[in-house]
């Protein structure tokens, strides 16, 4: 069983930077992809950025482009945010996700961290 821990959220004022990490862990590890998602307090979930994990092509959300950037370890299992010029708007919880195939649905996903940006 695939399991993906998140790390790095806290408290942030506008215009910082802030990195989180994704660890996974389970035998042959191997996704076709993964993926960064956020939960804004009284929304739906929304895509923040993808990466596939051989070939590491990213797509992110129009919301975020310019300012974040996702990246993958394919030797420590590790994907990571690099988020710059946040916004008061990005505060969420951020959610690490892991698709086995990639024309099916994220199917492991970690428990959240929190990014709390002010203003």
């Known amino acids: 069983q695939v399991q993906l821990a998140e790390s790095g959220g806290r408290l942030v004022q506008a215009g910082g930077s802030l990195r989180l990490s994704c660890a996974a862990s389970?035998?042959?590890?191997?996704?076709?992809?993964m993926g960064w998602f956020r939960r804004a307090p009284g929304k739906d979930r929304e895509f923040v950025a993808t990466?596939?994990?051989?070939?590491?092509?990213?797509d992110y959300a129009d919301s975020v482009k310019g300012r974040f950037t996702i990246s993958r370890d394919s030797a420590r299992n590790t994907v990571s945010l690099q988020m710059n010029s946040l916004k008061p708007e990005d505060t969420a919880v951020y959610y690490c996700?892991?698709?086995?195939?990639?024309?099916?649905?994220?199917?492991?996903w970690g428990q959240g961290t929190q990014v709390t940006v002010s203003s």
């Open positions: 389970g035998p042959t590890f191997s996704p076709y992809a």
């Open positions: 990466i596939t994990w051989s070939g590491g092509e990213s």
């Open positions: 996700a892991a698709k086995s195939i990639g024309w099916r649905p994220y199917n492991y």
